[in-house]
């Protein structure tokens, strides 16, 4: 019978005991928080780089300022630099300072979602954050998290942070400091464990239009039905297509992201038994071809396949569960040695839109529709 199971959070982050240099503060239960954090703080204003917990998944911090900093981010990631990255504030009162103009709607924007997993592109005032960050253009996308530690953290550092997420580039984000320590501990300076990320999927980042419309460069945590109470709602071009997105303006809109080791295709279908049927041929021919096999399943539509692992995405009802799920999902296939995974795909609608966008890039775009 497949192994139908859901991710484990309870990992405990365990770093190379060789690094001496890497720290782990782990302020879960932690009597030493202000300690803590301080000393966190003080790396990333001496322009170190240190991971930490956002609401939607692990960041990796380093002074927005600081073009040797944020350069070392790049360097430990292995992102490409045209990629910019979101700047992490943690009072509105730094947003003027990064910032050339706010207009009505993004302020009204940001009284309703801030602090929220709602990033903002927005005009750069000159000078104010490395050109890295920027990747030369002249907006910067700015959020503030939901998330009291990555709050305490940006306090203690007096730094506006560039957090990229805190994975190798390429690699399934972060939802723990255990993935973390997994992927970047012999390369950056620390990581304050505050637990599991709580959403799972990074922010939505929009950009407002002249005409007072939102258009979408990433979906996330803020589903397009909640920004149209606001503005009318548009996508960018680039999510459908990632070719048009020749100089990306958000995270997420250019390069391959998320993906697990092994090969990855969704399947999509209107009949549950048609969707399976497709699934389990497929897994057939994959193990014949000596395949570790794994399947990513919602729990309405339940598979039952001989040696493969089987991994829950909890409820179509209920897709924050999916969000939240995923990126731990894909690492435990890489820990099993996965190398052949068959997904369910889901509805495009709310928070769907960005699981469905987190599945496509996953997968390279290999999605079958029957």
Known sequence: MMNNQTENHSEQPQADSADSLFTCWDVRHSEHIEQQLSEAGQILANGGIVAFP???????????????????????????????LIVHISDCDQLSSLVSEVSDLEQT???????????????????????????????????????????????????????????????????????????LSAVIDGVVDGGSAGIGVESTVIQVQDNNTIMILRPGGITEEQLSSFAPVTRDPALND?????????????????????????????????????????????????????????????????DTLGLSLGSRDHLEEAANRLYAALRTFDREGITFIMSQGCEQQGVGVAVMNRLSKAAGGQIIHL
């Not at 956002?54 to 992102?79: I, P």
């Not at 990555?150 to 399934?172: H, T, V, Y």
């Not at 549950?272 to 309405?300: C, H, M, P, S």
Request: aromatic residues 4%; glycine residues 8%.
């Open 54 to 84: 956002t609401e939607t998944v692990y960041g990796l911090g380093a002074d927005a300022r600081n073009t040797h900093a944020v350069a070392s981010v790049f360097t430990a990631k292995g992102r490409p630099s045209d990629n910019p």
């Open 242 to 306: 990632a070719s048009t997105a020749l100089i990306p303006r958000s995270p997420g809109m250019k390069y391959t992201h998320y993906a697990p080791q092994g090969s990855m295709t969704i399947v999509m279908g209107s009949q549950d038994n048609v969707v399976n049927q497709y699934i389990e041929q497929q897994i057939r021919q994959a193990q014949a071809r000596g395949e570790k096999t794994g399947v990513l399943v919602f729990d309405e539509n339940p598979l039952h396949l001989a």
């Open 109 to 183: 924007l940001i009284n309703h979602f801030w602090p929220g997993p709602l990033t903002l592109v927005m005009p750069v005032r000159p000078d104010t954050v490395s050109p890295l960050v920027t990747a030369g253009l002249q907006t910067v996308a700015i959020r503030m998290p939901d998330h009291p530690v990555a709050l305490a953290l940006i306090s203690a550092s007096g730094c506006p942070l560039a957090a990229p997420s805190a994975n190798r580039s390429g690699r399934p984000s972060p939802t723990t400091a255990a993935h973390v320590i997994e992927d």
